[in-house]
C-alpha cells in the first residue's frame, strides 16, 4: 500500500508538472481566437462497414446472444450499411442548413475501408468500392459523390477492417450458430467485440500494410489523400499514432476518449491517461488532436429530444469556452434495417442544426477536420468543394496562404479544366476573410 500511494504521488506531481508546462511552454497554442469564429465540424464513424446485418430479418431463428459476441447497445444489433437512399436524405438535411459564410453543413463520415466474406469454402476481401454479398448497395457511389461535389460530405479514415481479420477468421466458422450467422453475411463472431483491430497483440508490420492498403484505396475512391484519422473503437496506442505520422496522419480524432491498454486500470490507469494525453501534446506539436465535446447520438437514447437539446447546448460550451465544436454522430444513427432509427437520427441532426443557426451575422461556420487543424497551426486553411477552392483566414491579421497544387488540380479537374503549373498559388488574405476562389 506504501509503495502504490508513492507512485500516486509521484504520478501527481508529474501530471501537475505537465499541465504547468502547458501552459508555460504550449502544447501548442492556437493561431486563432476560436471564441468568435463560432465552427462546428460533424465526425461520424463507421460508414461503408458492411455489418453489423444485410437486412432486418437476418436474425431470424436465431439466438443471437448465444453467439457471445460480446456488448453491443441494442440498437447496433440490426446496424446496416447505408445506401444510396440513406446518404441522399442526409445530404438534403445537411444542405438546407448554411453557415454565414453561404456553404451547407457537412458530415465527416470516417470510412471502414475493407471487408471480409466466407464465399465457398474460402474467405474473401472485399475493398470499398466493392462490398461482399449481402451488401450489394445500387447507386450508393454516385450519391456519395454528389455530395462531395455538394460541400455536405467530406470523407475521412476510421478502420482498415474494425476488426481483427484473423481473429474473425478463427472464431467466424466455430461451431453451427458462427457457421450459420456467417453464412448470412452477418458482421459479428464470437468474440468480435474483442478483436479490435489495432489490438497490441497484432504485428506492426501486418498494420503497415494494412494502414498502406487502405491510405491507397481511400484515394483511388475519393479523389485526395486522408487528412485526419479515429482509431476503431478509441483503441489505440504510442505504436499506432507513430505509424500514422510516418504516414502523415496527424490530425487524430478523439484523443480524450483513447482507450491505451498501456495505462493500466483504475486510479493510477486514469492519471496515466491524463498524463499520457498532456505529454503526447507537449511532445508532438506537429500533431493536432481534435476532441468531441458535443454528443449526437440519439438513436442509443430513450429520450432523442434531450441529445439534441444537450448537444446544442455543448456546442455553445465549447464556442464560450474558446474551442470548435466537435460533433460525434455516429453512422448507427443515420443508417439502420428500421426506418424509425432513420427518421429519428435525419430529425434530431435537423433540430440540432436549427439550435444551433443564430441570426445571419452569429450563425456558425461548418468546418472539416483538415480546415480547423490548419486553422489551429497558423489562423489560415483551405478547402475543395467542387470546382472551388474555399480559403480563410480566422485571425486578426493579414495573412498570406499558398494553395497547393493539389488543391488547384482537384478543383480545376471538378470543373472539367486543366490544370498544369505545378506551383501554388499564393493568396493575400485580409483578416476574417472567407473566399470562394476560381484558381
Known amino acids: ?114 471487408s471480409l466474406s466466407h464465399e465457398g469454402d474460402r474467405w474473401v476481401r472485399h475493398d470499398l468500392p466493392d462490398l461482399p454479398p449481402g451488401y450489394h448497395r445500387p447507386g450508393l457511389w454516385k450519391v456519395v459523390a454528389e455530395g462531395i461535389e455538394g460541400g455536405t460530405w467530406s470523407p475521412e479514415f476510421h478502420a482498415t477492417w474494425h476488426y481483427d481479420p484473423d481473429r474473425r477468421k478463427e472464431g467466424a466458422l466455430d461451431g453451427e450458430l458462427a457457421l450459420t450467422v456467417t453464412g448470412r453475411n452477418i458482421m459479428l463472431f464470437p468474440g468480435s467485440e474483442r478483436a479490435r483491430e489495432l489490438g497490441d497483440w497484432r504485428n506492426l508490420g501486418v498494420l503497415q500494410n494494412e494502414l498502406d492498403s487502405s491510405l491507397a484505396g481511400f484515394e483511388a475512391l475519393f479523389g485526395r489523400k486522408v487528412q485526419s484519422v479515429i482509431a476503431p473503437d478509441y483503441h489505440w496506442n504510442a505504436r499506432i499514432e507513430k505509424l500514422w505520422s510516418s504516414r502523415n496522419l496527424r490530425v487524430i480524432q478523439a484523443k480524450r476518449e483513447q482507450i491505451n491498454t498501456d495505462w493500466g486500470s483504475g486510479k493510477s490507469g486514469r492519471l496515466r491517461k491524463f498524463i499520457g494525453r498532456h505529454w503526447d501534446r507537449w511532445r508532438h506539436p506537429e500533431r493536432t488532436y481534435l476532441e468531441r465535446n458535443c454528443r449526437l447520438e440519439p438513436a442509443q437514447a430513450p429520450d432523442p429530444g434531450a441529445v439534441v437539446l444537450r448537444c446544442a447546448a455543448e456546442t455553445r460550451r465549447a464556442w464560450a469556452s474558446g474551442q470548435p465544436a466537435i460533433v460525434e454522430s455516429h453512422r448507427i444513427n443515420f443508417a439502420h434495417t428500421e426506418a424509425s432509427v432513420v427518421e429519428t437520427g435525419l430529425a434530431s441532426l435537423d433540430g440540432y442544426l436549427d439550435l444551433v443557426a443564430g441570426d445571419r451575422a452569429d450563425s456558425p461556420v461548418f468546418l472539416t477536420d483538415h480546415e480547423i487543424a490548419q486553422l489551429y497551426l497558423s489562423g489560415t486553411s483551405w478547402r475543395v468543394k467542387g470546382g472551388l477552392v474555399i480559403v480563410r483566414n480566422a485571425t486578426h491579421s493579414t495573412r498570406i496562404l499558398a494553395i497547393p497544387t493539389v488543391a488547384l488540380v482537384r478543383a480545376a479537374a471538378a470543373r472539367g479544366d486543366e490544370h498544369t503549373s505545378r506551383q501554388p498559388v499564393l493568396v493575400s488574405l485580409p483578416a476574417g476573410t472567407n473566399l470562394d476562389l476560381i484558381p
Not at 7 to 30: D, E, K, N, Q, Y
Not at 65 to 78: H, Q
Not at 105 to 112: E, G, K, R, T
Open 1 to 114: 500500500m506504501k509503495q502504490t500511494g508513492k507512485m500516486m504521488v509521484a504520478l501527481g506531481i508529474v501530471a501537475c508538472g505537465l499541465v504547468a508546462g502547458s501552459f508555460l511552454f504550449g502544447g501548442p497554442r492556437s493561431a486563432v481566437a476560436w471564441r468568435s469564429v463560432r465552427a462546428i465540424a460533424i465526425e461520424s464513424d463507421d460508414w461503408g462497414l458492411a455489418g453489423f446485418v444485410p437486412r432486418g430479418d437476418s436474425w431470424r431463428d436465431l439466438d443471437r446472444r448465444a453467439l457471445d459476441p460480446g456488448n453491443f447497445p441494442e440498437v447496433y444489433w440490426l446496424s446496416t450499411l447505408e445506401d444510396s437512399s440513406m446518404v441522399g436524405r442526409l445530404n438534403r438535411v445537411l444542405a438546407s442548413h448554411t453557415g454565414r459564410d453561404g456553404h451547407p453543413a457537412v458530415l465527416q463520415p470516417n470510412y471502414v475501408m475493407s
